[in-house]
């Protein structure tokens, strides 16, 4: 059975418009450690949803409509989600990972940059996954697991009003080409992505050269535009880095 937050992360990622559900579940992901002990009125009042939306929701999620037993069951599906997490992590080593890695720098150099960015990744308050719907799809188990540890990963949604970014914010865009994160850059100028850090994740060795950098920090993957080589390489980065901030964050 999946636990709650997965199931929240389903309707989250697949929304389509901007209604109580989808402020609901931005909310909790938001404050997600802060929920054990969240007064219903505090929620309904900082997330502007009507509480006949938040039982009909809570009924669907977890069949309950009632707060206390919702948040209950939360907490419950929490330690049971960490429990999960540190069963997988029992023996695994970054480096291990990085050894077995189709990579274009030295696995100490590939160390200390993903460590880097895990850096980046604790110290901004939001971070927001860019990119097209499989590569997404690949991210979920890294993005559930932070979300798990208490950090704020959301995908990126058009309609969302609250995607004005910031420098509390950090970007990740997944694009092979990188054409993706130039072209968002260009016609959502409108949310100022400039002004929150970013980070490319690449197969186009253009973007690694200050000539042509867009982005804060490019992690570039061997290959050139390979949708199936691309696809494995990211399901190890992401792997990478949610191992890499669990024992560098979480653990430490």
Known sequence: MDVLLSRILKYL???LSYDDDYKFCTYIVEHYLEI??????RLLAEAGIRESSLSAFMRQLRGTSHWETFRTLFVQDHLLRLDQIRGRMLGIKS???IQSMEKDMSDQEMLDYVSCICEQIDRHQRIILVGALYPMSIAVEFQTDLITFGKNV???????PNMQFSKK???IFISATGRAMKGFLSSRSDL???AADSLLITQNPAYATEEHKISDFVLKLPG???GLNFNYQLMQVFDLLRIQYYQQYYLG
């Open 154 to 160: 959301v995908q990126f949604h058009n309609f969302d």
């Open 36 to 41: 054990e002990h969240m007064q219903k009125s």
């Open 192 to 194: 100022r992505p400039e």
């Open 13 to 15: 990622n697949g929304a």
């Open 95 to 97: 480096q291990d990972l």
């Open 169 to 171: 914010d950090m970007i």
């Open 224 to 226: 050139k535009y390979d």
